[in-house]
T-cell receptor
Framework: GQQVMQIPQYQHVQEGEDFTTYCNSS?????IQWYKQRPGGHPVFLIQLVKSGEVKKQKRLTFQFGEAKKNSSLHITATQTTDVGTYFC????????FGRGTSLIVHP | KAGVTQTPRYLIKTRGQQVTLSCSPI?????VSWYQQTPGQGLQFLFE???????NKGNFPGRFSGRQFSNSRSEMNVSTLELGDSALYLC??????????FGSGTRLTVV
């Protein structure tokens, strides 16, 4: 079945450093979504990417969808303590398959 | 605008029992989907309903079922509970082709 691998599992950074998480799918996706989940909270929708090679930005966050629509990345520039949480990708073919998430820990 | 409401927030059940969880989507959202989140397996898709019809189903046994009512509210039922069913069950709603808005979840503990 469809698999979505997400790396790294954990990332410790000093406040102000950059952060990147990567998702790789075993199959070509129709679209991919990104979510953030704070500790003890529920996933919150960040963005959806649909087109091959698409790049979208939200303030310090940059999202990319690969040309083959099998991989995606989320990059955060100059992390802040408010960025702490787990970032999930969800790859869609017919149903969403979630990556295991990358937990971002920001040290002040 | 009210968010996605899930009830109850916490539930403790005994192995072999059944349980029903409830979800009220955001007003106007016709798609409701359910997910299971565990430390071991992560976030997994259970099923999605749209206009009272199950549109998609994940890879879960038939003990997991759901339904959606005409007002878009949804229920999820798990029969013959097993210890491994202990998890956070999340409901999410969507207006259609966009991202999901998740509820706060129901934490189910099976003892």
């Amino acid at each position: 079945g469809q698999q979505v691998m997400q790396i790294p599992q954990y990332q410790h950074v000093q406040e102000g450093e950059d952060f990147t998480t990567y998702c790789n799918s075993s199959t070509t996706l129709s679209n991919i979504q990104w979510y953030k989940q704070r500790p003890g909270g529920h996933p919150v929708f960040l963005i959806q990417l649909v087109k091959s090679g698409e790049v979208k930005k939200q303030k310090r966050l940059t999202f990319q969808f690969g040309e083959a629509k099998k991989n995606s990345s989320l990059h955060i520039t100059a992390t802040q303590t408010t960025d702490v949480g787990t970032y999930f990708c969800a790859g869609f073919v017919y149903i969403p398959t979630f990556g295991r998430g990358t937990s971002l820990i920001v040290h002040p | 605008k009210a968010g996605v409401t899930q009830t109850p927030r916490y539930l403790i059940k005994t192995r072999g029992q059944q349980v029903t969880l409830s979800c009220s989507p955001i007003s106007g959202h016709r798609s409701v989907s359910w997910y299971q989140q565990t430390p071991g397996q992560g976030l997994q898709f259970l099923f999605e309903y749209f206009s009272e019809t199950q549109r998609n189903k994940g890879n879960f046994p038939g003990r997991f079922s759901g339904r959606q009512f005409s007002n878009s509210r949804s229920e999820m039922n798990v029969s013959t509970l097993e210890l491994g069913d202990s998890a956070l069950y999340l409901c999410a709603s969507s207006p259609g082709q966009d991202g999901y808005t998740f509820g706060s979840g129901t934490r189910l503990t099976v003892v």
